[in-house]
């Protein structure tokens, strides 16, 4: 089992900044991947960033150039130059041997 716990979100004005962070505890030396995806009003939760277990990288097409995936003691989202179709709830996703994890959310609103 993994425990995934987000923080970081909260109201912001386009063009603005956020740092998203998700702590992790349980049986992460298992996990091979790990990513955030997020859900606006009215969407399909999608995927926003991977970062696998040997640190390579993808990013959707509409935040590409934008945010940043990394990973310390924490799982990561440097969000830079927001846009409120950026709005939505972010997840932090873990894949591991014993399935897939998500954390609870974290709301991230942009205001234009």
């Known amino acids: 089992q993994v425990q995934l716990v987000e923080s970081g979100g909260g109201l912001v004005q386009a063009g603005g900044s956020l740092r998203l962070s998700c702590a992790a505890s349980g049986s992460i030396v298992l996990v091979t991947s790990m990513a955030w995806y997020r859900q606006g009003p009215g969407k399909e939760r999608e995927l926003v960033a991977v970062i696998t277990k040997a640190g390579m990288t993808n990013y959707s097409d509409s935040v590409k150039g934008r945010f940043t995936i990394s990973r310390d003691d924490t799982l990561n989202l440097q969000m830079n130059s927001l846009k409120s179709e950026d709005t939505a709830v972010y997840y932090c996703?873990?894949?591991?041997?014993?399935?897939?994890?998500w954390g609870q959310g974290t709301l991230v609103t942009v205001s234009s």
């Open positions: 996703c873990v894949d591991s041997p014993y399935g897939r994890f």
